[in-house]
């Protein structure tokens, strides 16, 4: 195979003519190639996402914590949402709606897949950038298009989408159905065929990226676990998400042109009529689904990978079982493909397959809790440096296992019987796809913020921050399981009408109480953030004496990563306590000759 | 100094941890799920309690080692060994993980499965109650096929909201004496209840708490449900699948009476015209 | 060549850095996904029409609705330009670059003559009374998937001309590369396997 | 480039990959038409359109020459995954048929 060859050659030195003359403010910060200016773009991006996204948590929390209470301030601010200081009705499930949706695209997909994603990957595995940096940006701003739509569908006729996240059809299909559904559900659908297209491309960039521009000596074996985990996560994305572009499609074409690919014979909306014929809300669910269940391991696959990266940093011994846990994540990775029916258990769905998707689902205990038990175990004997980033991921791994206990009761048909639709769900996914990944969000972010920005966040409210943030957060979804157990409905605009439900309004209380101390919490990160940016300590290159590549280069790292050398890999990317000249770590590049390798 | 601080730093943030663990499951177990009045249900109760049981247990292990590894960890100066060998890391992990499968899996096989086929694949028994919901925004339309046990023909194109909710074929003499109410079914106790469930709008999900029985209405499908009530009382049905504004109180009753009281019942809803509750 | 390719090819292991592992560059990795990717669209189109299918009774029969001879004509036409398209690959690879234009040319007219076929059917089917929410046939997803399916092939296929279009007139100019135009070549071919899948599983079964 | 000549086919075997799918095309029509038993026919039809499916992926888009890991890429990526999308809805749709059809 001369040929490759000469590809290997191509591919190695192609985009050298880019880097070679700086370039000027615009294409540097802007429409900037660089992977590392983009991911950062991305986490902006993503953090003023969830800016948003908790703003509309806070108006959901207010509403359920206090049914009876008048809000007179936000009357002024949301002069449609609120009339005469009480929350409408449509405005909850517009706003339900688009935290949901705001948060699991816009902002854990953004900051943890794509920001973190595209600013570790190159440097992690020794690459100057990723494979294809154009199309890098371009993924970057198609996304901004799909994120500037989103936001924007608030002020279309009818207000923004109100069939949740999941966005089944009628609901989401008919226009007379809930007034989101009139344009509101439209410019929803068409965002996320902009957001699909991004994540795409952005997915293409980082497989193409770990597959081929490994520096020499970084075999798949030596990869972090951060790289592991986005190259498989990137992989599901691919396969995932076409089949929602597809329904993204047909449901515009139900919307707008008459067809009937989830619209039933028959429906009667409103006194209407429908003419509408033939079609089937499950074939939605299942397209939805089909992304929406590998969706979510997209998000907790990176989360699990900078927790694992985190801890031996701060534990001082490599992480338990390695190759175990990266066998875990691929098959993990490839069982959270057969899954999805898990969603629909009462849906009316083939008891058969009913019965497999439970089977299957609690199959993916087996890999996921030998992944958990590796974390935990990498604590074990460890000589503990209990800095910020390390709290965030123990936090990682208290939610993980809380939330994947959880699992248990959702996946398992039977008890999911009673449990789905309920709290529980709720509670259950806010510990992983929320908690999970918040906390690894907020740990990457406080562990690579000097890699990134070349100065220290603090530390004491880096703290204060773990406290407002881990602490009320477990009491919320923690005890929203329990609103579960006890029957409380989600989506419900106020738990008011029902009488079994009498006794969840204190728990509401309770648990909007501690929302309010999390999202409050929160000022002390944005307040870290961008005090640091300016008067932060300086960061040297290595602060946490960690191992991988990235920390081998300057804080911020320059335009090519690693200078114009090619780089050598030597060894894995845990080689903590062994003796070396520096301490007691070897770095991915030191030499087999000074340090021995051990694994 | 600094490593003073520190590990009294650490000890409280094991603490936090360790106060989670066991904290969450003394609150978890004070807190009881709606009660159960339906046969089926006491075997998803069992899953249920078996879950909660199983993984109360493993949720304060957890959170405890955690704890003790993070209050241990910080009092050490230097690491207590640097890996463990591959055999003890796979014994480690292998063991727990597949204990913990097992009892997510077994827990299932053994006492999920049967509730779930039970539910799903049981025929009627021949005494069983019949009961029709058409369920649409936001209220339970219920019919029942009344004396002569046979349900009137509807169909979709004779819904009209004010006079014919449920699209009834008038000129079809089975449907002459059905028995139409909104937002309550009333039922015989000692006997199985079998529900069909339609919808003409949204999606719906019939849930009845305190039986264990939910139901997702998909439009242009026909789910049945049986079930067999176990206590007499006025229970709620509520709607847990998002389909509209009034979603949160689309609120029923769900009536389990004595054989007698629904006899009455019955006679006394077959003379006067059907009407609005 | 340089030096550290050279090193790096005869490592023992592909997997270990600094080379493809398959074989490839990054290009082909990356366009090998774009397909999969890709192809997974027509995979849900195709999976809901299978759906659609199954779930209701009265479905069309496709040999009732469609001329066979002209979709015959379609088929050949279109595996046709995969032939014109391979041998402009070889001629890139022989780096005969006018002959290699020629061939992509030759292709680009093949596809624009396939979307004349498809309009043609289109406007034939419409005239017959299908739409996308009624057909004169039997179900009426009929319409809607025939129309969603071919009309998103068609959109590949209109692609794929604007590529090879681009394509030609690069390497007429001798600004290509072998590889670049394997790349066109390979979403072409592409375009052309998804018809064979929806060519048996629309048209035929 | 004296690499490229060892890879470079004859200018005669696109023709007969395009001859062998144009062949296949007319087995297949010809199966479609004649009046086989249903599940014969969507098995038969099936095989030959995996058959063009091989033959394009493996001649024309040169995955016989290809990594065998850029092959089990395609084939797991796509191929089984768009069976298991279709296999594991297939039961819902006939289920849905048995519902709608009950009076």
Known sequence: ?599 | ?277 | MSLQASAAVQQANRWDGGVCPFGAGWRTVMLWWFIISDGLLFAGFLAAYGYARLSVSNWPDASQVFSLPFLTAMTVVLLASGATMTLAVEAARREEWSTCSTFILVTGLIGLAFLGLQAWEWRHLIADGARMNTNPWGAVAFGAYFFVITGFHGLHVFTGTVVLATAARRVWARRATAVGVEMVGLYWHFVEMVWVFIFTLFYLL | MSHASRDTVSSAKPWITTGALLLLTFLMLALANASLPRALEIMALTMLMLMQVALIAGNSMRLRHAHPGILWTFVGGLLVTSVLLYVLIAPDAMRIREMVTRP
């Open chain 2, 1 to 277: 100094m600094a490593k003073q601080t520190s590990v009294i730093h650490a000890s409280i943030v094991a603490a936090l941890f360790a106060v989670l663990g066991i904290g969450g499951v003394v609150y978890g177990s004070r807190v009881a799920l709606p009660g159960l009045a339906s046969r089926h249900g006491a075997g998803i109760d069992a899953m249920l309690d078996y879950l909660l049981i199983t993984t109360g247990v493993l949720f304060a292990v957890g959170y405890c080692a955690l704890a003790y590894f993070i209050w241990t960890g910080a009092r050490r100066g230097r690491i207590g060994q640097r890996l463990a060998s591959r055999r003890t890391e796979l014994w480690v992990s292998g063991t727990i993980g597949i204990a913990v499968a097992l009892v997510a899996e077994g827990g299932v096989l053994a006492i999920g499965m049967p509730v779930w086929s039970e539910y799903f694949d049981a025929t009627p028994p021949a005494d069983a109650v019949t009961v029709e919901v058409l369920a649409q925004q936001f209220l339970w339309n219920v019919r029942y096929a009344g004396p002569d046990g046979q349900f009137g023909r509807t169909s979709s194109d004779r819904i009209d909201d004010v006079s014919n909710p449920m699209g009834m074929d008038r000129t079809d003499p089975a449907g002459r004496d059905d028995i139409i109410t909104q937002n309550a079914i009333t039922v015989p106790s000692g006997r199985a209840v079998r529900l069909r469930l339609r919808s003409r709008d949204m999606i719906h999900s019939f849930f009845l708490p305190h039986f264990r029985v939910k139901q997702d209405i998909v439009p242009g499908m026909t789910p049945e449900v049986i079930f067999f009530p176990t206590r007499e009382g006025s229970f709620e049905m509520a709607c847990t699948e998002l389909c509209g504004l009034a979603h949160y109180r689309m609120r029923g009753f769900f009536d389990v009476v004595s054989p007698e009281a629904y006899e009455k019942w019955l006679t006394d809803q077959s003379t006067p015209p059907p009407a609005r509750r």
């Open chain 1, 1 to 599: 195979m001369a040929q490759t060859t000469e590809q290997t050659t191509d591919m190695r030195h192609g985009s050298d003519a880019e880097h070679a003359h700086e370039p000027g403010f615009i294409r540097k910060y802007v429409f900037s190639f660089d992977h590392k200016v983009i991911g950062i773009q991305y986490i902006i991006t993503g953090l003023l996402m969830a800016l948003v996204g908790a703003t509309l948590a806070m108006l959901i929390r207010l509403q359920l914590g206090w049914p009876d209470r008048v809000w007179p301030l936000l009357s002024q601010i949301f002069p449609k949402g609120y009339v005469s200081g009480v929350m409408t009705p449509e405005f909850y499930l517009a706003v339900v709606t688009m935290h949901g949706t705001i948060m699991v695209f816009f902002f854990m997909s953004y900051v943890l897949v794509s920001g973190f994603g595209n600013y570790l990957v190159p440097l992690q595995i020794g690459a100057r950038d990723m494979a294809f940096p154009f199309l890098n940006m371009l993924s970057f701003w198609v996304g901004s298009i799909s994120a500037l739509l989103m936001i924007s569908s608030f002020f279309v006729e009818g207000g923004a989408a109100a069939a949740g996240w999941t966005a089944y059809p009628p609901l989401s299909a008919v226009a007379s159905a809930v007034p989101g559904s009139r344009n509101g559900q439209t410019v929803w659908l068409v965002s996320m065929a902009f957001f699909i297209a991004s994540f795409t491309l952005s997915g293409l960039n980082i497989v193409a990226t770990v597959f081929s521009e490994r520096a020499r000596g970084m075999s798949m074996w030596r990869m972090p676990l951060t790289v592991w985990s986005y190259f498989i996560a990137s992989i599901l994305g691919l396969l995932a998400f076409p089949a929602l572009t597809a329904a993204a499609v047909m449901l515009i074409l139900d919307r707008h042109t008459g067809t009937s690919f989830f619209i039933p014979i028959g429906l009667v909306v409103a006194g209407q009529h429908l003419s509408h014929t033939g079609g089937s809300p499950l074939l939605w669910q299942h397209l939805f689904w089909f992304l929406g269940h590998p969706e979510v391991y997209v998000l907790i696959l990176p989360a699990l990978g900078i927790a694992c990266d985190v801890i031996p940093a701060f534990t001082r011994k490599p992480v338990f079982g390695y190759k175990l846990s990266v066998w875990c994540l691929i098959a993990v990775g490839a069982l959270s493909m057969v899954v999805w029916g898990h969603h629909m258990f009462v849906s009316g769905m083939s008891p058969f397959t009913g019965e497999y998707f439970s089977v299957a689902t609690l199959t993916i205990t087996l890999p996921m809790t030998v992944f958990g038990v590796n974390m935990l175990a990498s604590l074990w004997g460890g000589s503990i440096r209990l800095r910020v980033p390390m709290m965030f991921a123990c936090a990682v791994l208290a939610l993980f296992g809380s939330g994947g206990l959880g699992g248990l009761y959702l996946g398992n048909a039977t008890a999911d019987m009673q449990l789905t639709d309920t709290y529980f769900v709720v509670g259950h996914f806010h510990m992983m796809i929320g908690g999970v990944t918040l906390m690894a969000t907020f740990g990457g972010l406080y562990y690579w913020y000097p890699k990134m920005f070349g100065r220290m966040m603090n530390e004491k409210l880096g703290t204060a921050h773990f406290w407002l943030t881990f602490t009320p957060f477990f009491v919320i979804f923690f005890m929203q399981h329990f609103l579960g157990i006890q029957g409380a409905p989600r989506r419900y605009y106020a738990f008011t009408a029902y009488d079994f439900l009498r006794e969840t309004r204190l728990q509401n209380t309770i648990i909007s109480s501690a929302a309010m101390v999390l999202i409050s919490g929160q000022l002390l990160f944005l307040i870290n953030f961008i005090w640091s940016l300016f008067k932060g300590r300086k960061a040297a290159d290595n602060p946490w004496e960690a191992t991988t590549l990235e920390w081998t280069t300057s804080s911020p790292p320059p335009h090519d990563n690693f200078g114009p050398h090619p780089l050598t890999v030597h060894r894995w990317a845990y080689e903590y306590g062994v003796p070396s000249d520096v301490g007691d770590y070897a770095d991915q590049r030191v030499p087999k000759e000074r340090v021995a390798v051990t694994a």
